[in-house]
């Protein structure tokens, strides 16, 4: 069963940083682009990163980028969103994502809930 | 920047009649259109990609279609589990819509 399961959320200050994990199971991790999606509540989701497979090249939405960074450990199945300088409109759950290489958001893991507030 | 907006905001229908949802992108974006559900508490669920393919494991009462900037999603005889929140996204650009709600009328 394909499957991904993320970690790492929990409540920070602003300023502050975070690091999410997401553990992938039942596919070949390293043929596949994932994503981080992330969904404020009562909110539509927002695509916030992805990168392709092999790690080489990685994309980010404007209101991330240069204090978000996304990698992958290909021999632990693993893909990570680095989140530095957060701050209270970061406040959403959010979503690991394997993607299709077209870039269809194809499995969504459950979600961790990240609260930026003092 | 591709918007995706998608209407009505809030659709009511009653079980087992026929719900249209519809997504409208603000350039041509071909085929490159997704659908996803939203139960409460979940995340959401991949239903519909490339406008018109359903996603494995999705019933044959949800369908898909349009093309350029015109896209619809089609549920057939509505069943209970599907009250639900809709959106719609541009793949390509992973740009959502700011989905449709639709509920028991």
């Known amino acids: 069963e394909v499957q991904v399961v993320e970690s790492g959320g929990g409540v920070v200050q602003p300023g502050g940083s975070l690091r999410l994990s997401c553990a992938a199971s039942g596919f070949i991790f390293s043929n596949y682009p994932m994503s981080w999606v992330r969904q404020a509540p009562g909110k539509g989701p927002e695509w916030v990163s992805a990168i392709i497979g092999s790690g080489t090249t990685t994309y980010y939405a404007d209101s991330v980028k240069g204090r978000f960074t996304i990698s992958r450990h290909n021999s632990k199945n693993t893909v990570y969103l680095q989140m530095n300088s957060l701050r209270a409109d970061d406040t959403a759950i959010y979503y690991c994502v394997k993607e299709t290489p077209d870039g269809v958001a194809a499995v969504w893991g459950r979600g961790t809930l990240v609260t930026v507030s003092s | 920047e591709i918007v995706m907006t998608q209407s009505p905001a809030t659709l009511s229908v009653s079980p087992g009649e026929r719900a249209t949802l519809s997504c409208r992108a603000s350039q041509s974006i071909s085929t490159n259109l997704a659908w996803y559900q939203q139960r409460p508490g979940q995340a959401p669920r991949l239903l519909i990609y490339g406008a018109s393919t359903r996603a494995t494991g999705i019933p044959a009462r949800f369908s898909g279609s349009g093309s350029g900037t015109e896209f619809t999603l089609t549920i057939s005889s509505l069943q209970s589990e599907d009250f639900a929140v809709y959106y719609c996204?541009?793949?390509?650009?992973?740009?959502f819509g700011l989905g449709t709600r639709l509920e028991i009328k």
């Open positions: 996204q541009q793949f390509k650009s992973w740009a």
